[in-house]
């Protein structure tokens, strides 16, 4: 019997939504790196996107980076992870786990942390995000949202209006455990992937001085940026695009 090819087995990018969205947010991405010649897995991280209400529990950063690695295992060749936003440590702790499956890591406005550290610190002292105040956590169900009322100015500053209806239609709410887990990355695993960073020059949610501050602490091969806010594939999707499909042929 002959067996189905797997669409994974090709797949050059891997995009990793950030806080809150699902892979809906790449929409206008996906198409433009499809035309470049590249084949991109686009997931719904675990508790995000159409099925996220079927999630019950405590949703770890280990589930996270299980979903990704699912895919990487699936790959026939070494792939590039882009990561946007809060992902980025998520994409960090799947370089530490296959090594040999990550070629490269593009973090887009990503929190790109370092050994024993944790997201939820880099959170607290962005004194320059509208991020701050705006976020609430529930307790109980161990997941946080951003307020409405921030929604537009932290997120979509320079978006289409019908971008921003329909993210605020399909935001969901994020599970706290991944950003207050201390990462565990090794030079030897970690360390072998190259690593590039794309600034959002405009980003109210992880501001430019945060992502210039993760970059001096972790330099990269290259950094390159957009005049955007923190939401570049809504507001720039062919200037990021081509900057990605530069980076994964470089």
Request: glycine share 4%; net charge positive.
């Amino acid at each position: 019997m002959n067996r189905k090819p797997d669409k994974l087995a090709g797949t050059n990018v891997i995009l990793l939504h950030g806080s809150w969205h699902g892979a809906w947010c790449w929409h206008k991405v996906v198409p433009r790196l499809e035309k470049a010649g590249l084949k991109v897995a686009a997931p719904d991280l675990p508790a995000h996107g159409r099925e996220w209400r079927l999630w019950r529990g405590r949703i770890t950063l280990g589930d996270m980076v299980r979903s990704v690695t699912d895919i990487l295992d699936r790959t026939e060749k070494p792939a590039t992870i882009v990561a946007h936003s809060r992902s980025g440590i998520i994409a960090s702790m799947v370089a530490e786990r296959r090594p040999a499956k990550v070629r490269k890591i593009v973090y887009l406005a990503a929190f790109m942390l370092r050994d024993g550290e944790r997201a939820a610190y880099y959170f607290f002292s962005d004194a320059d995000s509208l991020l701050r105040g705006n976020v609430a956590v529930d307790r109980i169900r161990l997941t946080d949202m951003i307020a409405s009322r921030a929604m537009r100015k932290a997120l979509y500053a320079d978006c289409a209006a019908e971008d921003v209806a329909l993210a605020r239609s399909l935001l969901t709410p994020e599970p706290v455990l991944p950003a207050l887990t201390r990462l565990k990355l090794s030079a030897e695993n970690y360390g072998a992937a190259a690593r590039y960073y794309i600034e959002l020059t405009q980003d109210r949610a992880v501001s430019l001085n945060l992502q210039r501050r993760m970059i001096e602490q972790s330099p990269v091969q290259a950094v390159h940026s957009i005049e955007a806010s923190h939401s570049a594939y809504f507001s720039r999707p062919e200037e990021l695009a081509r900057l990605i499909v530069e980076i994964e042929r470089s």
